[in-house]
């Protein structure tokens, strides 16, 4: 066993943390020239953001630098077909649930609408670069760090440090406090979502965090009035944060009824 090996204390076992704060300072450097390639092109933000590859590009750094101390942490071994296929089917249910949620809220708000702002190809093109920009952005939130934060400090405690590190990463939340705390709530929430559903080894835990981020990140377009100027901002928001925080609150149930209340330093069983 090396060097960097989880060892058992009182308080839970160590973290790798030479290779955590890599990853950190690893994903906010690839953050920043993304951002700056993508302004560069023009690309818009509304079609997809570069920087959510940025916490791959920050693991596959990390692994580079310190091969042999991650090594150990990654989460290699897959479930089997039959759990793999299970957990899908978790996810499917969920993220179906999210859209009608977020439509019938909608509805009530009277913010609704059924036209993407991208049609035909281009909204082919927006559905599926939105699906590969959550996959790569999730194998490093989900299929990295919070399986390391959560051998440490708990299934609860674990995902929403993860959560509000997620939230953080978004650098343009942090210029309003006020809607920082509210936009970290909902990313602890989705966090706590994630950690109720995926399993298995780093690149099927992102397969499975991918389908619930980008159902978050694409029900807005196609199911909320987001161009209309007469719509009420309070309204629009409404409509995508209500029902994110309240599946974060089933999932806090379930979570807390699986492994019992937090303790900091508890360990996952």
């Known amino acids: 066993m090396n060097d960097v090996s989880l060892v058992q204390t009182s308080s839970g ?16 450097f690839h953050s920043l020239w993304l951002i700056a390639l993508q302004l560069w092109l023009g690309v818009s933000l509304d079609y997809i953001a570069f920087p959510q ?13 310190y ?35 977020t439509w019938a ?11 993407a702002m991208f049609t035909d190809w281009h909204l082919v093109g927006f559905l599926t670069v939105q699906f590969l920009g959550a996959l790569v952005e999730e194998i490093g939130w989900r299929g990295f760090l919070q399986p390391l934060f959560v051998k440490r400090f708990g299934a609860i405690w674990g995902a929403s440090l993860v959560g509000i590190i997620w939230a953080a990463w978004h650098g343009d939340q942090l210029l309003d406090p006020a809607g920082f705390v509210i936009f970290a709530l909902t990313c602890v929430a989705l966090s706590l979502v994630l950690e109720m559903m995926v399993a298995g080894s780093w690149w099927q835990r992102g397969l499975l965090a991918a389908g619930l981020h980008w159902t978050v990140n694409i029900a807005p377009v196609v199911v909320i009035n987001v161009d209309d100027d007469a719509t009420s901002n309070v309204a629009v928001a409404a409509v995508s944060l209500i029902p994110q925080c309240v599946f974060g609150v089933i999932a806090l149930v379930i979570l807390v009824k699986r492994y019992g209340w937090p303790r900091l330093g508890k360990l996952k069983r």
């Open 13 to 28: 076992p160590i973290l790798p943390w030479r290779p955590i704060v890599t990853f950190f300072a690893a994903t906010l």
């Open 105 to 115: 809220l909608a509805e009530l708000l009277q913010v609704g609408s059924y036209r």
């Open 67 to 101: 091969r042999s101390w991650l090594t150990p942490f990654l989460p290699v071994a897959p479930t089997g077909v039959g759990e793999f296929g299970r957990r899908s089917r978790i996810v499917i249910v969920v993220c179906l649930g999210y859209v009608l949620a």
């Open 53 to 65: 590859l940025s916490p791959t590009l920050g693991l596959a750094t990390t692994w580079l630098l």
